[in-house]
């Protein structure tokens, strides 16, 4: 009778312990997803030694002609070079991936805001923005970031790549991002005399006016 009385007594105890566990999960979840929609600008971090990999080094994405490019370090909108990508991480809204991936995306129009969906092409390697129809049928994610948040992951068939995007020189100074899917430095997508040029990309918090800069 004794044990059977404390075995009864426990439940509520573990139950609460349990209940309580899992809110704290959904509170960290929440937080979570809450950073994740923070928008950033997309900056280039290149490490080589080469003339080439100095002069990419701090660039910023800039979104141009359906594709990403990179623009001047630190540019602001209402240039030359493109729309400057204004970031952020949210669900890619697809019934048939399960788990639905993280999806990246940017604004690409101010009147009206309008949002598209950044992805791989399959057919290319090139990164690409467009809406839903255009990207559905291409490597759409998921994306993460760094244990640390500042490094942009693109995680795709199970297998995670950090360093495998690439800037390649289309034309002279005209820099556009690919990324290498199948680690072979990107052999068969390119003329093997075309430069290109192993690039981190990192997020660079948009703070408004007035706002307190927070990871």
């Given at each position: 009778?004794?044990?059977?009385?404390?075995?009864?007594?426990?439940?509520?105890?573990?139950?609460?312990?349990?209940?309580?566990?899992?809110?704290?999960?959904?509170?960290?979840?929440?937080?979570?997803?809450?950073?994740?929609?923070?928008?950033?600008?997309?900056?280039?971090?290149?490490?080589?030694?080469?003339?080439?990999?100095?002069?990419?080094?701090?660039?910023?994405v800039v979104l141009k002609a359906d594709r990403l490019w990179l623009g001047p370090a630190a540019v602001v909108q209402k240039g030359d070079y493109g729309y400057v990508a204004e970031s952020f991480y949210i669900e890619y809204p697809d019934t048939e991936r399960a788990p639905a991936p993280m999806g990246l995306v940017s604004q690409v129009w101010d009147d009206p805001p309008l949002l598209n969906w950044i992805y791989v092409d399959k057919n290319t390697m090139e990164v690409k923005y467009g809406n839903k129809s255009a990207s559905i049928t291409h490597n759409i994610g998921p994306?993460?970031?760094?244990?640390?948040?500042?490094?942009?992951?693109?995680?795709?068939?199970?297998?995670?790549?950090?360093?495998?995007?690439?800037?390649?020189?289309?034309?002279?100074?005209?820099?556009?991002?690919?990324?290498?899917?199948?680690?072979?430095?990107?052999?068969?997508?390119?003329?093997?005399?075309?430069?290109?040029?192993?690039?981190?990309?990192?997020?660079?918090l948009i703070v408004a006016a007035g706002e307190a800069e927070t990871a």
């Open positions: 009778m004794v044990i059977g009385l404390l075995m009864i007594t426990a439940i509520p105890v573990v139950t609460g312990t349990a209940q309580a566990v899992s809110a704290q999960k959904n509170r960290d979840q929440q937080q979570k997803d809450e950073r994740r929609m923070k928008k950033f600008h997309i900056d280039i971090r290149c490490t080589g030694d080469s003339k080439q990999a100095k002069e990419l080094d701090g660039k910023r994306w993460d970031w760094s244990e640390d948040e500042v490094q942009i992951v693109f995680d795709d068939m199970d297998v995670a790549f950090i360093n495998a995007f690439y800037a390649v020189e289309r034309l002279p100074g005209k820099w556009q991002l690919f990324f290498d899917m199948k680690g072979d430095q990107l052999a068969g997508y390119l003329p093997t005399k075309m430069t290109k040029i192993q690039v981190e990309l990192h997020r660079n």
